[in-house]
């Protein structure tokens, strides 16, 4: 009989909690070599697969991290995208969801996995999560389905969930359950077995030959509404030089004050070709434009709705749009369709 391939899982670590040890000399939080993860782990002997780590260099706190570094996880991942069956990648869990939200943008027509995963307590912790976090976004990178893998997609596992990337937002600083995916249902859960839910899960239509994207324009700022917020600090963040792109995080289903002077100030913004993105501040539901009267004016404007897509997706996805450099008479009913299942198509 002819011995099955084992699958290779690439496991890239860029920093975060996950990869720190406590040194209990000093108590301070110091960076794990991911060279020696079977001896820190022998839990990982069990699995099937061959695992190789790329460690950046310099290990980085999620707070440092910006588009230079997502280009460069997007490289790793391209350079091995022929030999690697999957992709694990551990970052600090306070900016992964942009982080992976940005990577699902940057890799269209993916036929692989890519699993993001973290842990609130570093590995060598008592009570650590990053075991298992570690562990079982291994093994869903690993998992076949007659010979082609599982998950095509980029995904985020933590806490026995494992959720679209691009759907995640990090909503708690102290709870192993530190993520939510208020649009869309978790696509796997981890009990005694590993459960898919397959008819959740995003596979790309037609064209199979990957494509990276790493032209991200970062032109762009988050302007979150609230009730006081005054015109002149309105009609200096639209006035910044250069300016290409608004995440607008409004009220409920996308609603903001009627006031003829805030409507004219976006109304110039957007004639002088900054787009403008309407995005719920709620954690669940959708932007719907025309809804309440508060909405309408916005519509008119040409105002881009967001639906149900989360602030993290759409600075991500504003970056590689304003990138791409599609053109303006196209740009909003591109943006308002799901390219990597991000939001919900009306
Ligand atoms: N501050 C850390 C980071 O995001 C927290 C974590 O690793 O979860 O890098």
Not at 171 to 193: D, K, M, Q, R, T
Not at 219 to 248: A, D, M, Q, Y
Not at 297 to 322: C, F, H, P, R, W
Request: aromatic share 8%.
């Amino acid at each position: 009989m002819k011995a099955s391939k084992k699958i290779n899982i690439l496991l890239i670590y860029t920093g975060g909690t996950i990869g720190m040890v406590k040194d209990y000399k000093t108590g301070a939080l110091k960076a794990f070599d991911f060279n020696n993860l079977r001896e820190r782990i022998p839990e990982l002997n069990q699995l099937d697969c061959k695992i190789k780590t790329i460690s950046f260099e310099e290990p980085i706190d999620s707070s440092n991290m910006n588009p230079t570094y997502w280009i460069k996880i997007t490289t790793i991942i391209e350079e091995n995208y022929k030999e690697a069956d999957g992709f694990v990648v551990l970052t600090g869990s306070d900016t992964m969801s942009y982080t992976a939200s940005a990577i699902s943008f940057m890799l269209e027509n993916l036929c692989k996995p890519i699993i993001f995963t973290g842990s609130q307590l570093p590995i060598g912790d008592l009570r650590t999560d990053a075991k298992e976090n570690l562990i079982t976004a291994i093994q869903i990178a690993s998992a076949r389905e007659k010979s082609k893998p599982k998950v095509t997609e980029v995904c985020l596992y933590f806490e026995y969930k494992l959720y679209r990337a691009n759907r995640t937002t990090k909503i708690n600083a102290e709870h192993f359950e530190a993520f939510s995916s208020s649009n869309y249902p978790a696509l796997a859960e981890s009990g005694v077995h590993l459960k898919f839910q397959d008819h959740l899960l995003f596979h790309s239509k037609g064209e199979k030959q990957l494509k990276v994207r790493k032209k991200l324009n970062d032109n762009i700022v988050i302007l979150k509404l609230f009730p006081g917020i005054s015109l002149e600090v309105i009609k200096t963040i639209l006035g910044i030089k250069g300016l290409k792109g608004v995440v607008l995080e409004t009220y409920g289903s996308g609603n903001a004050s009627t006031q003829k002077e805030f409507i004219a100030l976006l109304a110039n913004a957007i004639k002088r070709g900054i787009e403008i993105i309407d995005v719920t501040q709620c954690i669940g539901g959708s932007v719907i434009l025309g809804h309440y009267e508060t909405s309408t004016e916005l519509q008119k404007i040409g105002v881009v709705s967001g639906n149900d897509i989360t602030t993290e997706s759409a600075i991500a996805k504003l970056m590689y749009l304003l990138g791409e450099e599609i053109p303006k008479e196209e740009f909003k009913e591109i943006f308002e369709k799901s390219l990597r299942g991000e939001l919900t198509d009306l």
